[in-house]
């Protein structure tokens, strides 16, 4: 069964840190750029970060560059984004996804293979 599995996710006070992790099971993440997106309630999906099948490439929304770090361990077949200085505004579920078609760069990608989402909620 092909599957992206979240995790990771989890209640922090602001300035905290999480580690997001995406899992791939039933195929390879090699060939695909991974994106990460999130969608707090009564919002519209945002894209967080991107990163290339090389790893080489990454992009960030303005809100949170310098923040959040995205990275991948092909070897392990999994993508992950380290979230720091956590703001309530973070406060979503947390998505990654790829394209089923697959492609190397995080430009032009449309998204169509979703995983379940991990909940981050950032309050005091």
């Known amino acids: 069964q092909l599957q992206l599995v979240e995790s990771g996710g989890g209640l922090v006070q602001p300035g905290g840190s999480l580690r997001l992790s995406c899992a791939a099971s039933g195929f390879t993440l090699d060939y695909y750029a991974i994106g990460w997106f999130r969608q707090a309630p009564g919002k519209e999906r945002e894209g967080v970060s991107c990163?290339?099948?090389?790893?080489?490439?990454?992009n960030y929304a303005d809100s949170v560059k310098g923040r959040f770090t995205i990275s991948r361990d092909n070897a392990k077949n999994t993508v992950y984004l380290q979230m720091n200085s956590l703001k309530p505004e973070d406060t979503a579920l947390y998505y990654c996804?790829?394209?089923?078609?697959?492609?190397?760069?995080?430009?032009?990608?449309?998204?169509?293979?979703w995983g379940q989402g991990t909940q981050v909620t950032v309050s005091s």
């Open positions: 990163i290339s099948t090389s790893g080489d490439s990454t």
């Open positions: 996804a790829v394209e089923r078609a697959g492609g190397s760069s995080c430009h032009g990608r449309a998204y169509d293979f």
